[in-house]
């Protein structure tokens, strides 16, 4: 679904962010990134959905090579792929529903349809109460879900999540976990980086580690939470 | 379907964006505004200078005098030439009638011509040239033809004042083309620059839009709907002010020039063709400053 080969990500007067990075996730696969802070497990996720481009090497995204990808082509990409973030990005004057339906509204799926998708999908986050609240109203797990709900509505293959659980306490961060492993459960292939080691003891998923730009171990769920107890 | 859906979100996100900045497109829609408004009184106030023009033109006599030695069926030739060129109504008058009528209207010292050796006065020949000659540019094509002919030995129309005005016209119209093109730069950089500050305020909406999967087409739709309907709007505002500047203004005017500009003052200020241009012309300002504004600020 995702391979990496030979990646390399720079910018002009600095150290590479990202080197020689080489990486394959499997369809449907549920995958952990983690480092420390400036271990470059942002801009991994950034260069699979484009905000940032490659320096050297190639990606591909569904048998698709995404390294030198059009600048027009971006938005057909972006479609298929589910981005969460730390801080939300909510649009705090639109209701819940509209937050969600704001995916649909550029996919063109006319009023009716995407109503009917959004209450579904916001009853699969155990927000279908909330329809008509705004997103300040809502705790920061509401709030994480609202936005998990929106990048999954157009149902698409992959996950990527930036530090989800990052503005979350530790109650809520299990909330999260355990709907994206559901989404993960459904099909999707979810990728998240995280720097919580109690993440990876709990979920024991496959886990890539990532320093100052390079991967220094990829190990499966059982020996990655083992290695995190130890 | 989905072209329908997302015409349908592009006019609702347009007018919530206009309601979401309403200052900045007060801004925006009062200087189209004020520019078409600048630009129909110029309209009104050049159609009021057409029809001074065309008024004179229609006054103007011109006199078509023959040369001394042309006999009466010579003479007659010329008058049914100069019946051909100019399609108008000629008269001859013979210098024994000229004679007459200058006696005429010199009343008592008229009986001092009777002292004159011999008729000075040239056979003429007066034209009445029909409406659509009555221009400054058909007559003085018309006089250069007549003066051409033979047995004619000069033409006159009052050329001098006709050819002054004309070119005040001509400066007048320059002058306030340039203008309208200054202020037209100047309003699609208003726009744009308003436009601006109200995609700055939205442009969270557009990092999210562009994350989801958006086209550029598809962010800068809204926008570009939005400067057309400023346009639309400081149009109609336009034409609102020229109707009540013509109702409170324009029957002063034409009663103060009307014995020098004729009925042609009075006319409405507002006419259908007029309507067309403005809103024609809001539509682009609206659109012109939208493009530039989106041009500059979602290059994402």
Same mark, same amino acid.
């Given at each position: 679904?995702?391979?990496?080969?030979?990646?390399?990500?720079?910018?002009?007067?600095?150290?590479?962010?990202?080197?020689?990075?080489?990486?394959?996730?499997?369809?449907?696969?549920?995958?952990?990134?983690?480092?420390?802070?400036?271990?470059?497990?942002?801009?991994?996720?950034?260069?699979?959905?484009?905000? *940032?481009?490659?320096?050297?090497?190639?990606?591909?995204?569904?048998?698709?090579?995404?390294?030198?990808?059009?600048?027009?082509?971006?938005?057909?990409?972006?479609?298929?792929?589910?981005?969460?973030?730390?801080?939300?990005?909510?649009?705090?004057?639109?209701?819940?529903?509209?937050?969600?339906?704001?995916?649909?509204?550029?996919?063109?799926?006319?009023?009716?349809?995407?109503?009917?998708?959004?209450?579904?999908?916001?009853?699969?986050?155990?927000?279908?109460?909330?329809?008509?609240?705004?997103?300040?109203?809502?705790?920061?797990? *509401?709030?994480?879900?609202?936005?998990?709900?929106?990048?999954?509505?157009?149902?698409?293959?992959?996950?990527?999540?930036?530090?989800?659980?990052?503005?979350?306490?530790?109650?809520?961060?299990?909330?999260?976990?355990?709907?994206?492993?559901?989404?993960?459960?459904?099909?999707?292939?979810?990728?998240?980086?995280?720097?919580?080691?109690?993440?990876?003891?709990?979920?024991?998923?496959?886990?890539?580690?990532?320093?100052?730009?390079?991967?220094?171990?990829?190990?499966?769920?059982?020996?990655?939470?083992?290695?995190?107890?130890? | 379907?989905?072209?329908?859906?997302?015409?349908?979100?592009?006019?609702?996100?347009?007018?919530?964006?206009?309601?979401?900045?309403?200052?900045?497109?007060?801004?925006?829609?009062?200087?189209?505004?004020?520019?078409?408004?600048?630009?129909?009184?110029?309209?009104?106030?050049?159609?009021?200078?057409?029809?001074?023009?065309?008024?004179?033109?229609?006054?103007?006599?011109?006199?078509?005098?023959?040369?001394?030695?042309?006999?009466?069926?010579?003479?007659?030739?010329?008058?049914?030439?100069?019946?051909?060129?100019?399609?108008?109504?000629?008269?001859?008058?013979?210098?024994?009638?000229?004679?007459?009528?200058?006696?005429?209207?010199?009343?008592?010292?008229?009986?001092?011509?009777?002292?004159?050796?011999?008729?000075?006065?040239?056979?003429?020949?007066?034209?009445?040239?029909?409406?659509?000659?009555?221009?400054?540019?058909?007559?003085?094509?018309?006089?250069?033809?007549?003066?051409?002919?033979?047995?004619?030995?000069?033409?006159?129309?009052?050329?001098?004042?006709?050819?002054?005005?004309?070119?005040?016209?001509?400066?007048?119209?320059?002058?306030?083309?340039?203008?309208?093109?200054?202020?037209?730069?100047?309003?699609?950089?208003?726009?744009?620059?308003?436009?601006?500050?109200?995609?700055?305020?939205?442009?969270?909406?557009?990092?999210?839009?562009?994350?989801?999967?958006?086209?550029?087409?598809?962010?800068?739709?809204?926008?570009?709907?939005?400067?057309?309907?400023?346009?639309?709007?400081?149009?109609?505002?336009?034409?609102?002010?020229?109707?009540?500047?013509?109702?409170?203004?324009?029957?002063?005017?034409?009663?103060?020039?009307?014995?020098?500009?004729?009925?042609?003052?009075?006319?409405?200020?507002?006419?259908?063709?007029?309507?067309?241009?403005?809103?024609?012309?809001?539509?682009?300002?609206?659109?012109?400053?939208?493009?530039?504004?989106?041009?500059?600020?979602?290059?994402?």
């Amino acid at each position: 679904m995702i391979q990496f080969f030979h990646v390399y990500k720079a910018y002009p007067g600095d150290p590479p962010v990202l080197s020689d990075i080489n990486l394959s996730v499997e369809k449907g696969e549920f995958v952990f990134l983690t480092g420390p802070s400036g271990a470059g497990k942002t801009t991994l996720l950034k260069l699979i959905f484009c905000a *940032e481009k490659a320096t050297k090497g190639q990606i591909l995204v569904g048998g698709r090579n995404i390294a030198r990808i059009r600048e027009s082509a971006v938005p057909y990409l972006r479609r298929n792929i589910g981005v969460v973030f730390q801080d939300f990005k909510l649009l705090p004057h639109r209701t819940v529903e509209d937050n969600v339906s704001f995916t649909l509204d550029v996919l063109g799926v006319p009023r009716a349809a995407a109503r009917d998708k959004v209450r579904r999908m916001l009853k699969l986050v155990g927000l279908e109460h909330k329809a008509n609240s705004f997103p300040l109203r809502l705790s920061g797990g *509401e709030q994480q879900r609202v936005v998990i709900a929106r990048a999954l509505v157009n149902d698409p293959t992959i996950l990527l999540a930036d530090e989800p659980t990052g503005n979350l306490d530790p109650a809520l961060t299990v909330e999260i976990m355990d709907l994206l492993t559901q989404v993960n459960i459904r099909g999707t292939t979810v990728v998240v980086a995280t720097h919580d080691a109690t993440l990876l003891a709990r979920y024991q998923k496959r886990t890539v580690r990532l320093e100052r730009g390079q991967i220094v171990s990829d190990e499966d769920g059982v020996k990655a939470a083992r290695r995190m107890v130890v | 379907m989905s072209a329908l859906a997302k015409t349908r979100y592009f006019w609702r996100s347009a007018a919530v964006g206009l309601k979401h900045s309403p200052f900045v497109h007060f801004i925006a829609v009062t200087t189209i505004a004020i520019a078409l408004f600048s630009a129909g009184l110029a309209r009104g106030s050049a159609r009021v200078l057409d029809n001074l023009l065309a008024s004179l033109g229609g006054e103007v006599e011109v006199t078509v005098y023959l040369a001394p030695e042309l006999g009466q069926d010579e003479a007659h030739g010329v008058r049914a030439r100069v019946e051909e060129l100019s399609k108008g109504q000629v008269t001859l008058v013979p210098p024994d009638a000229a004679l007459e009528r200058l006696r005429t209207e010199l009343g008592d010292l008229g009986e001092a011509l009777a002292e004159l050796p011999e008729n000075p006065l040239p056979a003429a020949l007066e034209l009445r040239v029909p409406p659509e000659q009555r221009t400054p540019e058909a007559l003085q094509v018309l006089a250069k033809e007549l003066r051409a002919l033979p047995g004619v030995s000069g033409v006159d129309y009052g050329e001098q004042a006709v050819e002054r005005l004309t070119a005040i016209a001509r400066a007048l119209r320059f002058g306030s083309l340039v203008a309208f093109v200054v202020v037209l730069g100047a309003t699609v950089v208003i726009v744009a620059a308003t436009l601006q500050l109200a995609i700055y305020s939205r442009r969270e909406e557009i990092e999210i839009q562009k994350l989801v999967g958006a086209t550029d087409r598809f962010v800068k739709a809204p926008f570009l709907l939005e400067g057309l309907l400023q346009g639309l709007l400081g149009a109609g505002v336009a034409l609102l002010g020229l109707w009540a500047f013509g109702r409170l203004v324009g029957p002063t005017l034409g009663s103060l020039f009307a014995f020098l500009l004729g009925p042609g003052v009075a006319a409405p200020w507002v006419e259908p063709r007029l309507v067309m241009e403005l809103v024609g012309a809001g539509c682009g300002l609206g659109l012109g400053g939208s493009f530039v504004a989106v041009g500059r600020f979602l290059r994402v």
